[in-house]
């Protein structure tokens, strides 16, 4: 099973996008043991329509754009559940159990995901109900990545 991060935005060179790179290379690394055969990210350029409505649109179809078949889709939503790190870790084992053949995270942009993306999400979860700056986000994202495979492959890294 592949696993990946979709994300609206760039996120520029700087301790940031190293801090989230060393987590993606973290489970990269830990992940084969485990099934996880992959780790990517992939940055979709953020859309420059004037109007919010029209700006999530156009996100959320490059968003869904090329998606593998069969994807385990999750949505980063400000509305959504609130899994601890163990259930979401139990989101990706079980779709790697199932024989899904990836897994991925979508981060919209500013305005949110647009209804392509929200209807087509098998899951949509959210990382607290505070407003998070894009950077952190994927930071956030990179680091429950990892922090899965290591509870997936009983690596204490995850401690309760």
């Known amino acids: 099973m592949q696993i990946a991060i979709h994300a609206v935005g760039r996120l520029k060179a700087g301790p940031e996008r190293e801090l989230a790179d060393r987590y993606i290379d973290r489970a990269r690394k830990a ?33 869904v754009a090329d998606l593998p078949l069969g994807a385990l889709l999750i949505a980063l939503d400000e509305r959504g559940d609130l899994p601890t790190s163990e259930r979401f870790a139990a989101m990706i084992g079980e779709a790697r159990d199932r024989g899904t053949p990836s897994a991925i995270l979508l981060i919209g942009g500013p305005d949110g995901h647009g209804p392509a993306v929200l209807s087509r999400a098998g899951h949509r979860i959210s990382f607290g109900r505070l407003t998070w700056p894009h950077q952190l986000v994927r930071i956030l994202a990179a680091e429950q990545v990892y922090r899965a495979v290591t509870i997936l492959s009983g690596h204490p890294y995850h401690r309760s």
Do not use: F, M, Q, Y
Request: charged residues 35%; proline residues 3%; without cysteine.
């Open 31 to 63: 992940g084969p043991a485990i099934g996880i055969t992959g780790v990517a990210v992939r940055e979709i350029v953020e859309s420059r329509a004037r109007e919010a409505a029209a700006r999530k649109d156009e996100e959320a179809a490059a968003l």
